[in-house]
């Protein structure tokens, strides 16, 4: 699933080419991909006729268009191969499209959501008055967030009593850190995923942060992370950190510190990757 950099991408790629354009009309070309907008697509396509949209917004991992006349907001979710493309109206249809939306100006652009699994798809939502879609109030601000409060987060995390990848996954304490970045943080901060959160102290979660924002921001330079064709920016062009990638998808490749083998262990449905020299495992009380 994309975290906090791809998504990134494509808000930045919507907002240079959707921003501020009317909508024409919609075409919900499958069910599945507005099952979200409990009125169906008739209604999602209806209330989206001749509105104009805004400069599209984030917060962690969720991305949402706002609709500048009604106090609503297009909430997209990607789920596991969900892509908004920006592509040429003369452009053939893509095998798994699901929506488009055409625009009424001079361009020759349509904005496509495409998503081969169908776990995705888009929605309209009520919004509060700064903006954030209803459905998704509870979602943390992300550490990319000119307005995170690293205090209030360490405050948190010692509260919160578990172990820190849990941690950070918990996108009501932290928005837009996924499994990749996560472990990426963690091997830069030379922290086992397993460490309880309850013996943080200031020190180790401002390195821990800063950590997070330093791969997060080299992830967006090179457009995040693709492993496959699945994740594209809207122009379809796929992202580069997995070339950069330290730890998640490295085992038994020789750790770039100290050159142990890179473990990766099954958690949470999910697979980390750790060294086990840089990254000790915490000792077991008995």
Known sequence: MPELPEVEVVRRGLERWVAHRTVAEVEVLHPRSVRRHLAGGDDFAHRL???RI???????KYLWIPVETTGTAILAHLGMSGQLLVQPDRAPDEKHLRIRVRFDDALT??????DQRTFGGLSLH???PDGLPDV??????????PLFDDEAFHQAL???RTTIKRALLDQSLISGVGNIYADEALWRSRVHYERPTAGFTRPRTAELLGHIRDVMNAALA???????SLYVNVNGESGYFDRSLDAYGREGE????????MRRRPWMNRSSYFCPSCQRAPRVSS
């Open 49 to 51: 006729k001749g509105q």
């Open 54 to 60: 805004g400069t599209p917004s984030r917060r962690g």
């Open 109 to 114: 652009t349509e904005l496509r959501f495409v």
């Open 126 to 128: 009520e919004t509060a």
């Open 136 to 145: 998704i109030a509870h979602i943390a601000r992300d550490p990319l967030d």
């Open 158 to 160: 010692r509260r919160k």
């Open 222 to 228: 090179v457009g995040g992370t693709s492993f496959d």
């Open 254 to 261: 020789p750790c770039r510190r100290c050159a142990t083998p």
